[in-house]
């Protein structure tokens, strides 16, 4: 042990617990000057329905554990609401108009080749950088990123016949171009089967329990390295198809599915506010057309049914990894972060999936538990993004910033939870995005009070359609009342703050 740091080490026990809460509660390792590991949890299409966030139809205590003994932020929020876009914006702390990915597709490697991503940054100073699972929304995506090649389960997640990765990128390799600052792609039609399963095996019988049995066994290996860890495990789950292991199904009673309060569109809504069907519709066992509101109620009972079953697979899932952490006594030195990629309607204004601007869709789950933060087992209401996690996991382990980052670290937060913070945070949703000509980027502010759109033609920037929604009188956001005149000075104020952009939002 070097001098510098055993004195340290003494000078810590002789002051116990007091002088830790005066030094930021420090946990053993920060002040033995260990880097921090990283277990970092991606889970696809969750929402915040969760008991840690104060719901309670689906029963998930292994997050709600994680929930209840670091962070959970409550108005947290992704930057686009599907997989690809939100994922790249985390990975490279950069926002939609500066990746231009807007979609699946391209692949960050391709898109930005010489941006710094944050597992590039971690590999770069010491750590050993670890994806299974779907992190990327490519598998094969930021090889300088990962000490070693990406690691993804035999794939059940798809029905035999859908269309492979490699297939898609054959495809979309030849029909991608870049106009007007976005990168506009023609999605292949893929032949998918049902949306629904419950066979009756055992929880590795599906591939995310793979997954899980694939990070405890990282977990073990990386015990005994001399190096750090940055372990990316990404659930699929709860994406469709809603394939999950028969007793996870046996948690719910079909008869209590509970359905969405509002199934029907807003009130004053545009033609651009909504999205299609596609995403369910293209399974063997929902109808080739929905329209609002009108999916048969023994399909959507069964639809909510096998998605609350996936999200408490998943929790199991993870309960075994952080399990294992503890056991191998690694938790005291390990951040542990766990995000969803964007939220999913379950009817809610008489739709199913994501891709729109509302809060359903862009509103995420985001736990981070930090060894001695200060805020522990405390929820934050603070505005916070996904663009914001890799700035803050630079502070938290001590790396330097790229200057070029978008997102604002919250790590104050976590020893304040009630620390005043951003001002408004942003989300954005193309309609058109086939069409370069007619490509239409919803462009979406929500403060603590509103929540205001913008749908830009992106080629003259004229304006075609507005929205705002009074969150304190309508949370669901059922009723936009863009054109009230009672609302005209907040739209006016509204479209201000959106024109400044996401600096002026930043805190002082």
């Not at 590991?37 to 719901?55: I, S």
């Not at 948690?251 to 299609?276: C, T």
């Not at 690694?330 to 542990?336: A, E």
């Not at 993004?385 to 937060?413: A, H, M, Q, R, W």
């Amino acid at each position: 042990m070097k001098t510098g740091t055993r004195r340290d080490f003494l000078k810590m026990t002789a002051a116990g617990s007091a002088a830790l809460a005066l030094t930021g509660a420090k946990s053993l390792a920060q002040s033995q000057n260990k880097k921090m590991n990283v277990l970092f949890l991606a889970v696809d299409d969750l929402r915040p329905q969760l008991n840690c966030y104060g719901e309670t139809q689906i029963q998930s205590p292994n997050i709600d554990k994680l929930g209840n003994n670091g962070m959970a932020f409550s108005s947290a929020f992704c930057q686009h609401a599907t997989c690809g876009a939100s994922r790249a914006s985390l990975l490279t702390g950069l926002r939609d108009d500066s990746t231009g990915i807007i979609g699946l597709y391209p692949k960050v490697m391709d898109a930005l080749p010489n941006h710094l991503t944050m597992p590039q940054n971690f590999k770069q100073h010491g750590y050993e950088t670890i994806s299974l699972g779907k992190i990327y929304h490519h598998n094969d995506d930021d090889p300088e990123g990962w000490s070693k090649k990406p690691y993804r389960p035999s794939d059940n997640f798809f029905p035999r016949g859908y269309v492979t990765d490699k297939a898609i990128d054959t495809v979309m390799q030849r029909r991608m171009k870049k106009q007007y600052g976005y990168w506009i792609v023609e999605d292949p039609h893929a032949q998918k089967g049902p949306a629904t399963e419950a066979a009756d095996v055992p929880y590795n019988g599906y591939s995310d329990g793979q997954l899980a049995d694939k990070a405890v066994e990282e977990l073990q290996r990386c015990k005994n390295s001399d190096k750090p860890f940055f372990l990316a495990v990404g659930f699929r789950k709860p994406h469709l198809p809603f394939n999950a292991p028969k007793k996870f199904w046996d948690l719910y009673s079909s008869e209590d599915i509970k359905f969405a309060d509002n199934p029907f569109f807003p009130k004053g809504h545009n033609r651009y506010s909504m999205n299609g069907m596609g995403e369910v519709e293209s399974y063997t066992d929902t109808p080739e057309e929905i329209k609002e509101g009108e999916l048969d109620e023994k399909i959507a009972r069964r639809l909510i049914h096998g998605y609350y079953a996936c999200v408490s697979y998943i929790d199991y899932c993870i309960g075994l990894i952080i399990d294992e952490l503890e056991r191998l006594k690694l938790r005291d030195n390990t951040i542990i972060v766990l995000w969803g990629d964007h939220g999913w309607k379950l009817g809610e204004h008489g739709a199913w999936a994501k891709h729109t601007n509302f809060e359903v869709d862009t509103k995420v789950p985001l736990i981070v538990d930090v060894p001695g933060m200060k805020a522990e087992g405390e929820r934050s209401g603070a505005l916070v993004e996904l663009v914001d996690i890799y700035p803050t996991l630079c502070d938290l382990c001590d790396l330097p910033k790229p200057d070029n980052l978008e997102g604002y670290s919250f790590k104050p937060v976590l020893d304040d939870a009630d620390k005043p913070w951003k001002k408004a945070v942003f989300s954005q949703y193309p309609r058109n995005r086939r069409d370069a000509d007619r490509l239409i980027m919803g462009n979406t502010i929500r403060t603590q009070h509103f929540r205001y759109v913008e749908w830009v033609h992106v080629k003259s920037g004229e304006v075609r359609a507005r929205e705002l929604y009074d969150r304190q009188k309508d949370p669901q956001e059922n009723v936009n009342v863009v054109e009230e005149a009672a609302y005209a000075d907040a739209a006016k104020e509204m479209a201000t703050l959106l024109n400044r952009g996401w600096k002026a939002a930043l805190p002082k």
